[in-house]
């Protein structure tokens, strides 16, 4: 029975130091949707697809079409190294993780740029910034359940 009870112990320890770890994941990658009520505000993309590797980051949003000007919004690709990405139109991307901060970067071709963090808390993906044109944000998106 002692065994018994201290192996509980040692497995509810394991838990509770494990716990953290999730909460502030590095695991980005999925389908994505903005959660409206828990981010205050329904400015933003609608959902966003990430797919992450070990070097590089694609982040595609899904943007209403009204505000997109009728075309889909275009992928973009963010090297985790912190390296820029040429993109269409003179754009760059540039990435790096800070802890289990994903700082992505997107400088348009004036040379100034938005920088926007992805993390995790819990089962949240959290989208952070602060730009001259919107001020700051900070969204909530949760995990789109895949389709069977």
């Known amino acids: 029975m002692k065994r018994l009870i201290r192996s509980l112990g ?14 502030q994941s590095k695991d980005l990658a999925g389908s994505w949707t903005l959660d409206v009520e828990k981010s205050g505000t329904k400015e933003g993309p609608a959902g966003l697809v990430i797919t992450l590797t070990d070097k590089e980051m694609n982040v ?5 079409a009204a505000r997109a000007g009728d075309s889909k919004a275009p992928t ?8 820029e990405t040429e993109m269409q139109g003179g754009m760059k991307t540039k990435a790096s993780w ?5 700082e992505a970067t997107v400088i348009n071709p004036k040379g100034t740029g938005d920088t926007i963090s992805f ?22 998106f949760k995990k789109t359940p895949a389709k069977l």
């Open 119 to 140: 993390s995790r808390d819990g089962a949240w993906l959290v989208m952070e910034g602060n730009s001259p044109q919107h001020g700051p944000m900070k969204l909530f």
């Open 98 to 102: 800070h802890g289990s901060k994903l």
């Open 76 to 83: 973009m690709t963010f090297k985790l190294d912190g390296t």
């Open 60 to 64: 595609t949003p899904n943007v209403p």
């Open 10 to 23: 040692i497995a509810a320890a394991i838990c509770a130091t494990a716990f953290p770890t999730f909460a």
